[in-house]
């Protein structure tokens, strides 16, 4: 399959969002390698999916009005890094891409009257009537002004499931194999092409994954896709990764020039998915 087209198949029917796309750039490229991006290296990386340049300026002042970007300049050329709010908010995802997902230790009960329903799913709640919800114990903070109560097993962990709408996920988890699969197939990628995938695949699969409860494996369905998305993700997140930092190495500026194609924390992370 010829590289654009193998890019177009992964883009086909995609909702990719020019604001959540540089994001992206900047959480799994730019943030490891000092934080900071010159903006044509990002008009032209955002280029090869579509995204037009006025289409990025306008993202980006968005961003910057959002305080998820701050804007410097040296000379003529514009530069920008994550805010600390932005940087927050992919650390986050960061612990759930690049790194080996904790055991639940049981499970949060949640007193929290005040929680409506799109901060519930936030912190992937299900809701099991009312104002009381349920997740996974992972050491979670108690959101403000919640009752917490713990259990080992509240009850058997097929009825669990029922709290979320998993059919969704499924669905999502589903999409996702389909689009990357026939990556596994393809050789001969170029350097740009793996890194182009590369930052599509974190786009697609942070958003399923910031959404999913991580249920344990005997409260989910047998046909539960989550498990092989996982190791999809980690199988081409590694093979895509040599030629990818080859071309951060080449084409990548940041205000004191060439990014690196590697560093402690991309090395960290790429360690942290093959345990």
Partial sequence: MA??????????????????FIVTVYGDVVVPRGGVLWTGTLIEICDRVGISESLVRTAVSRLVAASQLQGERA?????YRLDASARQEFERAA?????????????????????????????????????????PDRGQ????????FSASDPQPLAEVARFWDLSALQAR???????????????????????VIRLLLV??????????????????PPEWQGGA???????????????????????????????????????????????
């Fill in 95 to 135: 612990t759930l891409l690049y790194a080996p997902d904790p055991a639940a230790r049981g499970w949060q009960i949640l007193h929290a009257p005040g929680l409506d329903d799109d901060q519930a799913r936030h912190l992937r709640l299900g809701r099991m009537g009312g104002g009381v919800f349920i997740r």
């Fill in 173 to 195: 988890y589903l999409d996702m194999l389909a689009r990357f699969g026939p990556v596994e197939q393809a050789a001969g990628l170029s350097d740009e092409t793996s890194l």
């Fill in 141 to 148: 903070p108690v959101p403000p002004g919640a009752l917490l």
């Fill in 229 to 275: 998305a996982r190791a999809l993700f980690d199988r081409l997140y590694a093979r895509l990764t040599p030629a990818a930092e080859r071309h951060i190495a080449a084409r990548f500026e940041g205000a004191d020039g060439p990014l690196p194609a590697q560093s402690q924390m991309t090395r960290a992370r790429l360690a942290g998915m093959t345990q």
């Fill in 75 to 79: 000379g003529r050329r514009s530069y």
């Fill in 203 to 220: 786009e697609t699969y942070r958003h399923v994954l910031l959404r999913d409860p991580r249920l344990p494996k005997g409260a989910l």
């Fill in 3 to 20: 590289q654009e087209a193998l890019i177009h198949r992964v883009l086909q029917g995609a909702e990719l969002r020019s604001a959540s």
